[in-house]
């Protein structure tokens, strides 16, 4: 239900968006989360946003590079990244939070991931 | 370093009960509820307990959580093969700017 795309091999410095299309459930009223993974490594989160784009999120590690945003025309979520560097290397899924807001929300539904490479 | 605190491997035999804990601190599990998910070899992560205790439908009733304080635990009745995976509790955080936090993760393998 959930469909990431946009990863791929970037050279540090550079700049990615990825995307996130929701079906199967109303998107509009759904806040959305990014969350990664380094391959082999735990799971660490990058950044949510409520339903109606009132509240966000971003984690230190990312904060002044990525920027979450979405769509609900598109039923689409974004993760705009600026200055990537080569830590930024790892899986990055789209997940559901568990209602309109954030705080003290679930993630109910992961998408399957997308990849991102960061070398030269 | 997580913030919260996990054993990095549990196991058991078929069968047999298995507890993974979670610890944290007053602002995060003190604070907000807890969930876990399950990710399985190769697979996103799963939502497996909400809300420190809360079953998603389809989540077998084996799987059960609890907190108490600044920790929280997830034990695993009747283990079974397909529940070999890791597990991962998570939180949100009191911050400036609220953030959701991860346990290391606790590879459970079932001997």
């Known amino acids: 239900r959930l469909f990431e795309s946009g990863g791929g091999l970037v050279q540090p410095g550079g700049s990615l968006r990825l995307s996130c299309e929701g079906y199967?459930?109303?998107?509009?009223?759904?806040?959305m989360s990014w969350v990664r993974q380094i391959p082999g490594k735990g799971l660490e989160w990058v950044a949510s946003?409520?339903?109606?784009?009132?509240?966000?999120y971003t984690a230190d590690s990312v904060k002044g590079r990525f920027s979450i945003s979405r769509d609900n025309s598109e039923n689409t979520l974004y993760l705009q990244m600026n200055g990537l560097r080569a830590d930024d290397t790892a899986m990055y899924y789209c997940?559901?939070?568990?209602?309109?807001?954030?705080?003290?929300?679930?993630?109910?539904?992961w998408g399957q991931g997308t990849l991102v490479t960061v070398s030269s | 370093q997580s913030v919260l605190t996990q054993p990095p491997s549990a196991s058991g035999a078929p069968g047999q009960r298995v507890t993974i804990s979670c610890s944290g601190s007053?602002?995060?599990?003190?604070?907000?509820?807890v969930d876990w998910y399950q990710q399985l070899p190769g697979t996103a992560p799963k939502l497996l307990i909400f809300?420190?205790?809360q079953r998603p439908s389809g989540v077998p009733a084996r799987f059960s959580g609890s907190r108490s304080g600044t920790s929280a635990s997830l034990a695993i009745s009747g283990l079974q093969s397909e529940d070999e995976a890791d597990y991962y509790c998570?939180?949100?955080?009191?911050?400036?700017?609220?953030?959701?936090?991860f346990g290391s993760g606790t590879k459970v393998t079932v001997l």
């Open positions: 997940a559901k939070l568990g209602g309109f807001a954030v705080l003290n929300l679930e993630l109910d539904s």
């Open positions: 199967g459930f109303t998107f509009r009223t759904s806040g």
């Open positions: 946003i409520s339903a109606d784009s009132g509240g966000t």
């Open positions: 007053s602002s995060n599990i003190g604070s907000y509820t």
């Open positions: 809300a420190n205790t």
């Open positions: 998570a939180s949100w955080q009191e911050s400036r700017n609220g953030k959701y936090v």
